[in-house]
């Protein structure tokens, strides 16, 4: 089987350089990226480029996908309340997190294995946002060592990172974050075990994935994305298996084997003498914890459900912002995980009072369509679309936004 998918690979490769320069340039991906005008245009172009096994992957969440959907929905019940005569002529979109100046409010969110959908991965979000003037979280769980993201897009990082059983490794992870420059450490909590995913578990989707018959033959109909996995698989855990982790196990039983459920406050007092350098809790939904993070340390709140892939019917991320940010008030930075498809979708949370807004799966719809430049344009859309939020609103910077531009719908 093997041997088959390197016949293909070499086969579609030929295929690719008959094709005419236009039709190649289409293949290529950078046509279609180009003619993307919103998000849900390129999750849609997404869906072509993918297999279905590695777009459900991406696309997926846990359960019957409520609280993925709720992410989104619940941005649409806020009403924008627009000012006039205000001088819009320049509208400012900068910011900063953590003390450090950001050209634009939207971070790069920590995801893993990204190998999956385009061999440059997380190398490729990382310089798409760097060359944005904003920075990328790198996932514990990425498919590109902390060392190599650093080599091929330097630029600044924070490092997200679990709670493994293994205390050294944790350790061990920490300390390669640090000698790579990371500015913060981002530590994910949400994750005590293994959510079900329905879409992975109809596609049978693992670590390293079957090559079966079925996904040979969604391969074929997809030639730049299989072209691309055969020259440079990566389905490796590019970090955690420079650590000795297991790699060939599928994801849910990985997970349930090596992370630790006993996790209390307790270790976020360890992490907070382990790292010198500002932390940030990951996956805080109610307000009590956020506050408790907050006064053990925390430097800051990342307000998040993990985009709905872990505990399903639990709150949307911008239902759950205000009271966070009230319960936090001015120490510590809070910031909107989820959601984000629209540039009005980051005024809202702004104004709602998010520092900035981290954004994962428009990201990877990018890679997956056209690498590099995929993931550009996507930074490019919620920008400009930003901007142009804001202009109609007559609103000339992000800091001059808070609750009073909001309104619940019928509010």
Partial sequence: MNEFARLLGRQLSQ???????????????????????????????????????????????????????????????????????????????????????????????????????????????????????????????????????????PGPMWFQLYVWRDRGLVRALVDRARGAGHEALVLTVDVPAAAGRDRDRR????????????????????????????????????????????????ITRYVNEQFDPTVTWDDLTWFRELWEGPILVKGVLDERDARAAVDRGADGIIVSNHGGRQLDHAPSTIGALPAIVEAVGGDAEVYLDGGIRRGSDVMKALAAGARACLVGRPLVYGLGVGGEAGVARVVTLLREELRTAMTLAGCPSVASLDGTWLRARGG
Avoid: C
């Fill in 203 to 250: 596609n049978g989707f693992g670590l390293p994935p079957r090559v079966t018959l079925r996904t040979l033959a969604g391969g074929a109909v997809r030639p730049t994305w299989s072209t691309r996995f055969v020259r440079s698989p990566r389905v490796r855990m590019g970090t955690v298996a420079a650590d000795g982790a297991a790699n060939a196990v599928a």
């Fill in 15 to 153: 295929d690719l350089r008959a094709l005419p320069p236009t039709a190649a340039r289409w293949l290529s991906g950078s046509a279609r990226v180009a003619r993307v005008g919103n998000i849900a245009e390129m999750r849609a172009a997404a869906r072509r480029a993918l297999p279905k096994v590695i777009f459900d992957f991406v696309d997926g969440a846990a359960g019957d996908e409520v609280t993925a959907a709720r992410n989104q929905s619940d941005f649409a019940r806020l009403e924008l309340r627009p000012r006039v005569f205000v001088d819009v002529g320049e509208v400012e979109l900068g910011t900063t997190v953590l003390g450090r100046r950001v050209a634009l409010p939207l971070l790069g969110a920590p995801m893993g294995l990204l190998g999956l959908v385009h061999p440059d991965g997380e190398v490729a979000l990382a310089r798409a946002l760097h060359g944005a003037g904003s920075l990328y979280t790198l996932s514990a769980m990425a498919s590109r060592s902390i060392e190599e993201v650093a080599a091929e897009a």
